[in-house]
């Protein structure tokens, strides 16, 4: 058995296999062979049984992740049905008279260049695609078992680093846990793995000799165990079922009002960051949801996403809210969420760049396409739009002037829409000292706690060795929040909590004390806080 500490991401038990994800080099011989037909019925036979693979890794991703992420496998297909990639790999077996496996790999790295080298983003993009497509056939050419996460059952997954956009494409159903080497707590990925409620680990010293091995995460501790000893095994297992049992008996809180012991009403919502989720926000009895991500519609996509596939996305949350409150954060891109095809370029610090409301006031077809869709929206539930990143009460009259626009447009096209409140995210020092003016022009605060630390403490969210100096209970933090709860109140807006502070079970009291109106966690959350939450007498006193 081999014990292994790494931080704690998500609490919670996992058993079962490993599966190292990972984009594995091969290395390939080149040799010498004379019967180039031979050479060349075994690449035909491994290109039949790429496209097989790839059409059944299709179907399955349909049915588990839906239509949309599938649709990378088709594109894969059409690269290995190209007659001009089949022609290149053929054409080197038979004029350098070498084996299957160099062709393919030589073809690819050539074909791999080639996309590499282009200006359009989308293009680009496909040099992973054909490295893949080359691993698959090498792969297959000798003969070595397929590994392909997404076909897998539910594993313990493994990577050096998992992506957003990598985590979510991979589906929350894929994974038992995760365990990354790299990667902060505060990343997007980790915000991800809370979401999804699977227990993770980062910092560990992975080994590549696991890969498949049976083991435990245990995420309250920290700690993983590789081939556990029966004994230890058997401990986790009885640990599992308490949990579960502790769970159930939370279940009986569903239904229940959120209020303190002396009646103090807290909008119990969660945070979501896909129409998938949902399910989830509804299981677990959350009176709405006060933080939609809408960035990972974009980070999913390999281009823009259109206003129509944007609004089909909005309604069904709308709709599956039935009336409870909706709250979508526009487009909060940039920092560490980045997608290819937005082209953003190199910046020294992106965390404090490009990003957020600065991207869409610059862009603003990107930004009107998603207002129209969440207005259209709005005529199917309680949709509240949200815009993150604020530091001025300019940004605020820019974006009214877009709404306004937008709104009228729709009008003049005849599309209705239902009443919509607006309001922003205070997760910038900044915001915090003009929260009085700030308040006067929305209808709601919600703090964002996890980049109002990382401004407040000058400490990047996403530097694991800042893990210790990044504090969201710094005194700095807890007084900005203080303060934006007396503005906002003062000129009467509602102030909430949405960043990874809301969830803090060590501090529902001190929040409610403040007098923050609403708290966002995600969903597996509700339940334990709507606990504590009944059980608070509510004062008021300052940090
Ligand atoms: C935050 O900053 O606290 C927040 C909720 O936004 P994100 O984590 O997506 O940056
Ligand atoms: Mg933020």
Redesign the pocket.
Known sequence: MEKVTGRSIVKGIAIGKILLYRKEEQSVKRTKVKESDREEKRYEAARKEAVSQLNELYEKAVREVGEKEAEVFKVYIMILEDSNYTDSVTHMIRSQQVNAEYAVAEAGDKLSKVFAGMEDEYFKARTADVKDITERLVRILSGKQEKEGIQDGPMIVMADDLAPSETVQLGKDKFLAFVTRYGSVHS?TA?LARAMDIPALTGVDICREWDGKMAIVDGCLGVLYVEPEPEILEVFKKRQKEDKEARELLMKLKGKEDMTLDGKKIRLYANIGSERDVTDVLENDAAGIG?F?SEFLYLESEDYPDEESQFKVYRSVAENMAGKQVIVRTL?IGADKQADYFGMGYEENPAMGYRGIRVCLDRQEIFRTQLRALFRASAYGNISIMY?MIISVDEIRQIKEITESVKEELKAQGIACGKVEQGI?I?TPAAVMISDMLAEEVDFFSI?????TQYTLAADRQNMKLDPIYDAHHPAVLRMIQMTVENGHKHGCRVGI???LSEDTALTRTFIEMGIDELSVPPSLVLPIRKIIRNIKAGRETV
């Open positions: 997007h915000i933080l991500r909060d993150p995210m997760e964002g706690t996890n980049d109002l949405c960043g990874e």
